[in-house]
Each structure stands twice: as structure tokens, then as C-alpha cells.
């Protein structure tokens, strides 16, 4: 292939149309698909070095177009390539023509032969300098079995996404609304043509240096068609994979360079909520007093990948928490933090003591400043070879869990026996 030719292909890269790019998102980066046309037996492509350092090693893949080799270059920054010409300098309200000496550090050489620096912003140019004039690119060049079209993929840190959360309750009614969130870290806008997002476990292997990509930072340039306008994808649930809850976006869109991408998540139901005050804690002779902390309990009609949860109580922000994923019908629980108002005592009364262990009544006195019933729910673990409450023996290890429903101002309490044997 002549220069010429080649010259051409890498012209068409960079100022041609956006390539209409398919993403895989992950919770923790993304795979990027973009259909390529080769005209002739080498294709060139030019990365900027932001989107770069945002590779996954080794995650490079060229589907349908054999190659013999690639080779990656570091190429100098657009400015170095007009090292020795004429530019224009902006200073002191005064404008003269200039010779670049050196890019790195924008030397000039003035009409009276002058060597000094300037500011990249003082400088005019004789034709239009790319957005990342001073940045340093990647070139790749793939030497290929014959010419054809094929697909260029691989991973980025750069792209990913999050489901959020919101809970609202108002008295004894609840509901969860989620959010999706679209990241792009990167310089590099995205024309998308179809979206799937990933929630679950994907382990990746991290090699030590990047693998180059074949993708041009340049060539997609943003749509005249602003992200904010234009018809909104929905998101839908699509059949699992192995484990893995799998959305798609039902339209194309496009997603700008550093921006968040948020749309409408999944709309589950829920079957279960709850609140409580409750209290972990285990079992000692000493009296104990304190406050209970805040509990939800929720279940919902579908799987629901982990994010963040924001709670609201009638429209007030209540808290937020890290929602774990979770299949559908399977019970989250979540604390809040401590409820002042809902206080409690517990006291011991030692009935008889043995060598190996004794008999104890525990009783816990709940108080509430509440304006309605609030059920307590306490674990209390018990050590010992043998333990009994209340005559039972404890099949969880010496666990023993109360519920106790606390009238609006006022006093609930519960008391047990328990029995301990350590012979």
C-alpha cells in the first residue's frame, strides 16, 4: 500500500462519520463494539491517550478480519507536527507571525529572532487544530489477510454503570423507584446503536501494560443532536446469563464525553416492607441500657442488581445504604443508624448458679416516644455447650430472637429464662 492510500484511510478515521458503536456495560467497565470497513490490506486508527490509559489489558479482539501482525506507535502531539512553521502569536493586544520552535514547551522564535515560551492560548493557527492539540496519541496499524469488514472490541475502565435506588414510605405504604446510571470517564463520546447492562460478578484478569485498541478518539465526534433532546431509551429486562441480570436500552442514543447517563430502571414491586427497631447484642450478667437502631425489611417481585439506596420518609431524606444484590423474593435488611426514640433496659437476675453454668431471668423494658406502635425485634447470643431459653433448646448456636410491639409513648417488656451447661 502507497503512503498516499494510507494517508487517506487515517484522514477518513479522523474527520469521517461516527462509527454507531454497541456497549456491553458492566458495574465495572464496558465492552465496546464497533463495526469497521477495511478498504484496503492495512487499517489505521489513532487513540487518544486519555481513552488509552483506560483499557483493559489485553482485551483487544478483531472479529472477522484476520491480520499478520499490529503495531502500536506513540505518535507526538498535533502541535509537533508544525515544529519549524509559522504560527500566529496573540500578545499585548498586538498580533505578529511567529516560527514554532518546540511543542513540548511552546518555544517561539519572534521577528527580531527572539527564542522564548508562550501559552498555547496565545497561539492562532493556519488550519483547525484538533480538541487535544497538545496530547499525545496512540497510533495502530493492522497489516490484514485481505481486505473486508469486521468488528473492533475491547474493555474500557471508563464506561460503566450503577443502578440507584430511592425508597419512599409514607406510613405503612412503600415504594422503590431505580435509576440507572450511565458513566463515561473518558474524552471520547459514543454514538450508540444498541445497549445491553450487566449486573453481577465478572472477575478480569489485570495484565501490566495496556493493549492497544483500534478506535479513533476523533472520528466520533459528538451529534448535532443534542443528549438532552430527542426520544429516550427504556430499559428492559432481558433473560439472565449465567448468573449474570442482563437490561437493554430499547433505542439508540448518544452518550457525551465525561457525563452521566441516567435513565428510569426496573419498577419492582414490593411484596414485604417493614420497619423495626432492632438490637444485636449477646448475653452477659452485667445490666445494659441504650437505644435501638432503625431497621427496614423489604422484598420485591424481581431480581435487583446492588446499589445504592436512598431512604425517604414522607419526602424527607432518611438515610442511604448499599443495597446488596438480590434475587427475587429474597429478604433485604438494612440499618439506618440509632432511634432516639426508642430506648431500652435490660437487666439479669441470677436464679441459680453451678459449676457449669446457671440459671438466668433476662428482661428487657422498652420505652417509645414514638406516635405509633413500633415492633423491637432483639438477638441476643448465648454462649455455652448447652443452652436452653425459656425450656427450649436453641438450635442457632445460642441464639435467641423476640419480637415485642412498643405502644405510641409508652412501655413494652419482654422477659426469658435461660439456662446454661458448659459440662
Do not use: C
Amino acid at each position: 500500500m502507497n503512503k498516499l492510500a494510507q494517508t487517506v484511510i487515517l484522514a477518513a478515521l479522523l474527520v469521517g462519520p461516527a462509527h454507531a458503536t454497541d456497549l456491553r456495560i458492566y458495574q465495572g467497565f464496558a465492552e465496546v463494539r464497533t463495526p469497521i470497513t477495511a478498504a484496503d490490506t492495512q487499517y489505521i486508527v489513532d487513540l487518544s491517550d486519555n481513552v488509552w490509559s483506560g483499557i483493559i489489558p489485553g482485551s483487544l479482539d478483531l472479529e472477522g478480519l484476520d491480520y499478520t501482525r499490529a503495531v502500536q506507535e506513540r505518535q507526538s502531539n498535533w502541535l509537533s507536527s508544525l515544529e519549524g512553521q509559522s504560527v500566529v502569536l496573540h500578545e499585548d493586544g498586538k498580533t505578529e507571525t511567529v516560527t514554532l520552535i518546540r511543542a513540548d514547551d511552546v518555544l517561539i522564535k519572534d521577528a527580531a529572532g527572539h527564542y522564548r515560551n508562550v501559552r498555547f492560548e496565545q497561539l492562532a493557527f493556519f488550519k483547525v487544530p484538533p480538541a487535544n492539540a497538545q496530547n499525545p496519541s496512540q497510533k495502530m496499524t493492522y497489516v490484514l489477510a485481505k481486505p473486508g469488514k469486521g468488528i473492533l472490541s475491547y474493555l474500557t475502565r471508563q464506561l460503566s454503570w450503577t443502578p440507584r435506588y430511592t425508597l419512599h414510605a409514607n406510613g405503612s405504604v412503600a415504594t422503590l423507584s431505580a435509576q440507572a446510571d450511565i458513566r463515561n470517564d473518558s474524552e471520547k463520546p459514543y454514538q450508540i446503536s444498541a445497549t445491553e447492562l450487566f449486573a453481577g460478578d465478572v472477575n478480569l484478569e489485570m495484565g501490566r501494560y495496556p493493549m492497544p485498541v483500534a478506535y479513533d478518539q476523533r472520528a466520533a465526534a459528538p451529534s448535532a443532536t443534542s443528549a438532552a433532546s430527542g426520544t429516550s431509551p427504556k430499559v428492559g429486562t432481558l433473560n439472565t446469563i449465567n448468573g449474570l441480570y442482563r437490561y437493554g436500552l430499547s433505542s439508540a442514543f448518544n452518550l457525551p464525553a465525561q457525563s452521566t447517563y441516567t435513565l428510569p430502571f426496573v419498577t419492582p414491586r414490593l411484596t414485604t416492607f417493614e420497619r423495626y427497631a432492632g438490637l444485636s447484642t449477646y448475653f452477659s450478667l452485667q445490666m445494659q441500657q441504650g437505644t435501638l437502631n432503625r431497621f427496614y425489611r423489604l422484598k420485591a417481585d424481581q431480581n435487583l442488581p446492588g446499589g445504592q439506596l436512598t431512604v425517604r420518609e414522607d419526602g424527607r431524606i432518611s438515610g442511604q445504604t448499599t443495597l446488596r444484590p438480590t434475587a427475587k423474593g429474597d429478604e433485604m435488611e438494612f440499618s439506618l443508624g440509632r432511634d432516639p426514640d426508642i430506648k431500652y433496659t435490660r437487666t439479669v437476675q441470677t436464679v441459680q448458679t453451678t459449676k457449669t453454668g446457671g440459671t438466668y431471668k433476662v428482661t428487657y423494658t422498652f420505652t417509645s416516644n414514638k406516635d405509633r406502635v413500633t415492633r423491637a425485634e432483639v438477638s441476643e447470643q448465648v454462649g455455652g455447650r448447652s443452652v436452653l431459653i425459656d425450656g427450649k433448646p436453641q438450635s442457632k448456636q445460642g441464639v435467641y430472637e423476640f419480637k415485642v410491639d412498643v405502644p405510641a409513648h409508652n412501655k413494652a417488656s419482654k422477659t426469658f429464662t435461660v439456662i446454661v451447661d458448659n459440662s
